[in-house]
Nanobody, 118 residues
Framework: QVQLVESGGGLVQAGGSLRLSCAAS????????MAWYRQAPGKQRELVAA?????YYTDSVKGRFTISRDNAKNTVYLQMNSLKPEDTAAYYC??????????????WGQGTQVTVSS
């Protein structure tokens, strides 16, 4: 089995910063891409940032968010600076993982809430 556990969400004022972490554990052979998604109430889940060697950011977070990985720890981070109220959402970690028995799939974390007050 594979688990993704997120941490670091919370309540912050506009202009503040938060750092999200997502650690993958379990029957892991290798991890390809790792990414962060978010979903605000009444909206579809959207891809925020991804790291597969190269990085991707959605336009609304470019210059403010930074995704990074610690491959030795199977962990991905999302540093969020200059937060805005529109960044308020549940943030989910996703990882493209090959398990020890060769099964490849995308796995999701349970989500962590980020709330930015104005």
């Amino acid at each position: 089995q594979v688990q993704l556990v997120e941490s670091g969400g919370g309540l912050v004022q506009a202009g503040g910063s938060l750092r999200l972490s997502c650690a993958a554990s379990g029957s892991i052979r290798s991890i390809n891409a790792m990414a962060w998604y978010r979903q605000a109430p009444g909206k579809q889940r959207e891809l925020v940032a991804a790291n597969s060697g190269s990085t991707y950011y959605t336009d609304s977070v470019k210059g403010r968010f930074t995704i990074s990985r610690d491959n030795a720890k199977n962990t991905v981070y999302l540093q969020m600076n200059s937060l805005k109220p529109e960044d308020t959402a549940a943030y989910y970690c996703n990882a493209d993982i090959v398990t020890r028995i060769g099964f490849r799939s995308g796995f999701w974390g349970q989500g962590t809430q980020v709330t930015v007050s104005s």
